[in-house]
């Protein structure tokens, strides 16, 4: 069975620092372009960052800008979003999700509907003092 499983969420407090990860099972992440997602309570889920088949390119929503970097490991099989100086409007369920059917592997989106092949459960991520 496909299945990606996301790990590393947890309390932290304002300013911190938290590194999500998203890991394989039983697929092979460097064919697939992977978003990252959150879902804050009784709101929309929103594309948070992506990163490519390739690698080479990267996508992140405006309000994570030069504060969230994803990145990949294909050797561990597992893509990281590394979160720093984190608010607490970043509270969320964080998901993680594969797909395979970009137009190339040079390219990535943060539309969920981008993503139709592999979903993970989410880990939860809290912001607060």
């Known amino acids: 069975q496909l299945q990606l499983v996301e790990s590393g969420g947890g309390l932290v407090q304002p300013g911190g620092s938290l590194r999500l990860s998203c890991a394989a099972s039983?697929?092979?992440?460097?064919?697939?372009?992977i978003g990252w997602f959150r879902q804050a309570p009784g709101e929309e889920r929103e594309g948070v960052s992506c990163?490519?088949?390739?690698?080479?390119?990267?996508n992140y929503i405006n309000s994570v800008k030069g504060r969230f970097t994803i990145s990949r490991d294909n050797a561990k099989n597992t893509v990281y979003l590394q979160m720093n100086s984190l608010k607490p409007e970043d509270t969320a369920v964080y998901y993680c999700?594969?797909?395979?059917?970009?137009?190339?592997?040079?390219?990535?989106?943060?539309?969920?509907?981008?993503?139709?092949?592999?979903w993970g459960q989410g880990t939860m991520v809290t912001v607060s003092s």
């Open positions: 999700a594969a797909d395979r059917n970009f137009a190339s592997d040079r390219v990535c989106g943060l539309r969920r509907d981008e993503y139709n092949e592999v």
């Open positions: 039983e697929f092979i992440l460097d064919r697939y372009a």
């Open positions: 990163i490519s088949i390739s690698g080479g390119r990267t």
